[in-house]
């Protein structure tokens, strides 16, 4: 019975310690996934340790593509984010209110001509408003400012490797 109590607090003591690691950094400069790929950025830590790094990035693209960016640091540490892999994204708020505002244009357009040249012909007008709406809008750029911060933990990459 006290090896099970032994193992339980070794667990709960690793999975305190693990969460210990993480750092919270500062940046220093804004950063956007318009920048190109290989910009170099700097922030700090609350101890005033300077890190360095450079984006790796995706432009937005049409047809409400979604731009991202990845922070690649020289130091052994890697960004804690939602996504797995650590790639910082835009949110969908805007991305739906581009095709909402889309569709209303194209209900719009619908209505204006539906009495000039009849209602099924202002359907086909409608859907090519829209559909070129859609297609000529991008998606949201990727944007960290200066000031935010950023959750970063030890890289587990060079564990276990000889030199």
């Known amino acids: 019975m006290w090896r099970t109590g032994f193992l339980l607090v070794c667990v709960i003591l690793v999975g305190a310690v693990c969460d210990a690691q993480t750092v919270t950094l500062t940046l220093l400069e804004d950063?956007?996934?318009?920048l190109p790929t290989g910009t170099e950025f700097t922030t700090r830590d609350a101890a005033g340790k300077i890190?360095?790094?450079?984006?790796?990035?995706?432009?937005?693209?049409?047809?409400?593509?979604?731009?991202?960016?990845?922070?690649v640091f020289d130091e052994p540490v890697v960004p804690v984010t939602p996504d797995p892999e650590g790639v910082f994204r835009p949110g969908n708020k805007m991305r739906l209110l581009k095709l909402?505002?889309?569709?209303?244009?194209?209900?719009?357009?619908?209505?204006?001509?539906?009495?000039?040249?009849?209602a099924t012909k202002a359907r086909y007008v409608a859907i090519g408003v829209g559909a070129a709406l859609i297609f000529l809008q991008k998606g949201g750029e990727a944007k960290l400012h200066q000031g935010d911060t950023i959750d970063v933990e030890p890289s587990r990459e060079g564990v276990g490797k000889s030199k």
């Open 31 to 34: 950063l956007s996934s318009k």
């Open 100 to 118: 909402a505002g889309s569709l209303a244009a194209a209900k719009l357009a619908d209505d204006a001509v539906d009495g000039a040249i009849g």
């Open 51 to 71: 890190y360095h790094g450079h984006v790796v990035t995706h432009r937005a693209r049409f047809l409400l593509r979604r731009g991202s960016m990845r922070l």
